[in-house]
């Protein structure tokens, strides 16, 4: 079975999506009904398509989570049951559908599609470096952090959910490592320790590019002095994301 036979689900007790896609032969993973734990559950996973019902996850909650999916230049359609579809035009990769027993019929019109068959440009890093993703990846690189530790993986879903959410940092126990954990199959505890780990290694070895820190997110790093904490450094790098991200 390919990744575009893999599919996140976010439906209601009412009308189970889930069912209808596992007797059409598809693989499918139900997420939690937020914005969090969905974009979570697409970045850390080999899906290709997201289906929801909004009387499952409210049309905020899915908005975040297409802005965020349309941001990272992920290739995913997403189908949603909704009485609102004029609410999500502004994503070409969506596809809408007012009643539940219409869903089949709408996901054989559009299976296979994906989010490179749409013109628009992601709201935010839409540059040549190509997405969200890569760009938090090559700026946790520029840091120091090597790759091969774990705490690098955990760091860079960490930042990107907090750029796309910042309220996340106001319970980062509670919210952002628990939710991060949850995609990687381990535990809140060892998602903080890991990254931790990550930066000290990094600052330990004080071989940070600082001025391309700066040039890249308008903010100055310091790699001589104190280690910054685990919110701090995910809290101002997600914070010079969103800032440099608007500038002309």
Request: aromatic share 10%; with cysteine; proline share 3%.
């Amino acid at each position: 079975m390919s990744s575009y036979d893999k599919i996140a689900v976010c439906d209601s007790k009412f009308f189970s999506l889930y069912d209808i896609l596992t007797e059409l032969g598809y693989s499918c993973v139900r997420t939690r009904p937020d914005a969090i734990s969905v974009t979570s559950v697409m970045l850390n996973s080999d899906l290709a398509a997201f289906a929801a019902d909004t009387k499952a996850i409210g049309k905020d909650e899915l908005v975040k989570v297409f802005r965020f999916l349309k941001n990272i230049d992920h290739y995913a359609s997403c189908f949603v049951v909704t009485s609102e579809p004029s609410a999500f035009d502004e994503f070409g990769f969506v596809h809408c559908c007012r009643r539940e027993w219409e869903f089949e019929e709408l996901l054989q019109k559009y299976k296979g599609s994906s989010a490179n068959t749409y013109a628009e440009k992601p709201l935010l890093w839409s540059d040549n470096q190509g997405g969200l993703e890569r760009t938090v990846t090559e700026i946790i690189q520029k840091i120091g952090v090597p790759p091969n530790v774990k705490g690098y993986r955990y760091l860079r879903s960490a930042v990107m959910l907090a750029t796309e959410d910042m309220t996340v940092l106001d319970s980062i126990t509670k919210r952002l490592y628990p939710t991060v954990a949850q995609t990687n199959q381990t535990t809140p505890t060892r998602v903080e320790r890991a990254i931790r780990h990550a930066i000290t290694t990094a600052w330990d070895r004080q071989n940070g590019d600082s001025k391309f820190i700066e040039d890249k997110l308008h903010c100055k790093i310091s790699f001589d002095g104190d280690r910054p904490t685990n919110s701090e450094l995910i809290a101002l790098i997600s914070d010079c994301l969103r800032l440099s991200s608007y500038k002309a």
